[in-house]
């Protein structure tokens, strides 16, 4: 039985000036464009935007999922896609405009720095007040009081207005309290990219926690090691729609891929599409057969299949492989392998082999270019994607966490 279900959910904004605080500033703004003069209360230099009143734009548009007890979903998108007005939603913080919410438990949420927070509170009354709204005795509260304390290193402030707090100390204890406070719910929009690393470390910890208990998290993030780490499912959204929702590791695959995309330079696509074209791209193993989960530690060959309309001399070919968290971490280059050359009009395969794949667990995707006599004349952001699952790389079974290890390295350790 689903503890959040989502049902045609819409959400729209007018653009343009609502209201300008009293009726009498309203009334000259109102008199000043019927007789088609500028707005009189603008200042200097300021754009009058008064002909997009009444402009409608679309937040969320036609969005419909479900999410079971003690799932953990990571909501991703560009900005602008729509997470965080669905987290508000499902918080009450602003109502749909059209569509149906299904809610069942408590919720805490964490939406943006200060959410939830009085600032001339001290952090004490601050937590028993977020207790309070959440339905909670002040004896409960008391219960995790020093937990939650310990947990948001915040001891020595406790008693200080939370006005005079850091972001980071205010995020640290907003934090802190949604998470002890035993919600049903948890949602949790961008605001751990204010801590350092190691409360970041600490939260998604907790957060782990908080889902093995059977209790359900929303986490939004654009840190999509997070999302892979912490998320079994995952849930895109892009312009306000629902591109996809499943397990995680395909949607972050689909983000990434349509993020590039939408970024290429279609001057150069234009350009590719006459001269050189790729017409497929693949990964063999050490015995030749095509796979899509290379095992790292083992010989594997990137083999691009492509159509050239002419001959093209001094190539030189580039492959770019991104992790999961859309950083390079490795950049092959023909010249630096010592090949390069002339590519012959017609149909034919740039190969380059890797002897020992040294990528940790995780997914990947393979960026392409190829430079000639003319500049660069092809560039795919995406020409494939793989998913290194096993690993040979050491000869221990142990192998270091993705998040922590962008590739692998052959070492020794000497004591003495």
Same mark, same amino acid.
């Given at each position: ?13 007018r653009l343009g000036q609502i209201g300008t605080g009293t009726l009498a500033r309203d ?83 964490l939406l943006e720095v200060g959410t939830g927070f009085h600032p001339e509170l001290t ?52 934090? =802190? !309290? %949604? ?6 719910? /948890? @949602?949790? $929009?961008?605001? #751990? ?32 090691? =997070? !999302? %892979? ?6 849930? /895109? @959204?892009? $312009?306000?729609? #629902? ?174």
């Amino acid at each position: 039985m689903p503890v959040i279900s989502v049902e045609n959910l819409s959400k729209s904004y007018r653009l343009g000036q609502i209201g300008t605080g009293t009726l009498a500033r309203d009334l000259s703004v109102w008199w000043a464009r019927a007789r088609g003069k500028p707005n009189p209360l603008l200042k200097i230099g300021q754009e009058d935007r008064g002909n997009r009143d009444g402009e409608t734009i679309w937040a969320l548009k036609d969005v419909s999922f479900s999410v079971e007890q003690g799932e953990v979903l990571g909501v991703i998108g560009r900005n602008g896609a729509g997470k965080s007005t669905l987290l508000k939603i499902l918080s009450r913080v602003t109502a749909p405009t059209s569509g149906r919410v299904k809610v069942k438990g408590r919720i805490a949420s964490l939406l943006e720095v200060g959410t939830g927070f009085h600032p001339e509170l001290t952090g004490r009354e601050n937590v028993y007040l977020n207790g309070a709204i959440l339905g909670m005795t002040r004896e409960e509260v008391t219960r995790k009081f020093d937990e939650i304390v310990d947990f948001s290193g915040v001891e020595q402030f406790i008693d200080t207005p939370v006005k005079r707090y850091s972001s980071g100390m205010y995020v640290r204890l907003a934090f =802190a !309290v %949604a998470a002890h406070l035993e919600p049903e719910i /948890l @949602l949790v $929009d961008e605001v #751990l990219a204010v801590g350092d690393a190691e409360f970041q470390k600490k939260c998604l910890g907790k957060m782990d926690e908080v889902a093995h208990e059977g209790r359900t998290v929303l986490f939004v993030s654009h840190n999509m090691a =997070a !999302v %892979a780490q912490l998320c079994k499912n995952g849930a /895109l @959204l892009q $312009d306000g729609t #629902l591109k996809a929702l499943g397990p995680v590791d395909p949607v972050i695959k689909q983000y990434l891929s349509n993020d590039e995309n939408s970024r290429s330079n279609d001057a150069v696509r234009k350009l590719s599409n006459q001269r050189f074209a790729v017409t497929d791209a693949y990964i063999l193993n050490k015995d030749g057969e095509r796979v899509t989960s290379p095992v790292a530690g083992e010989e594997m060959e990137i083999v691009i299949a492509y159509r050239s309309q002419e001959t093209l001399s001094n190539a030189v070919a580039m492959i770019t492989i991104y992790n999961h968290q859309n950083i390079a971490v490795a950049h092959l280059n023909s010249k630096s392998g010592g090949r390069g050359g002339k590519i012959q009009a017609g149909e034919g395969k740039l190969v380059c082999r890797i002897p020992h794949l040294p990528l940790p667990n995780s997914t990947y995707r393979v960026a392409a270019a190829l430079d000639c006599e003319y500049g660069q004349i092809y560039h795919s952001p995406v020409v494939l994607n793989f998913q290194v699952e096993v690993s040979k790389f050491y000869s221990t079974a142990y192998l270091p966490p993705s998040q922590y290890s962008a590739v692998l390295m052959e070492h020794e350790w000497i004591f003495s």
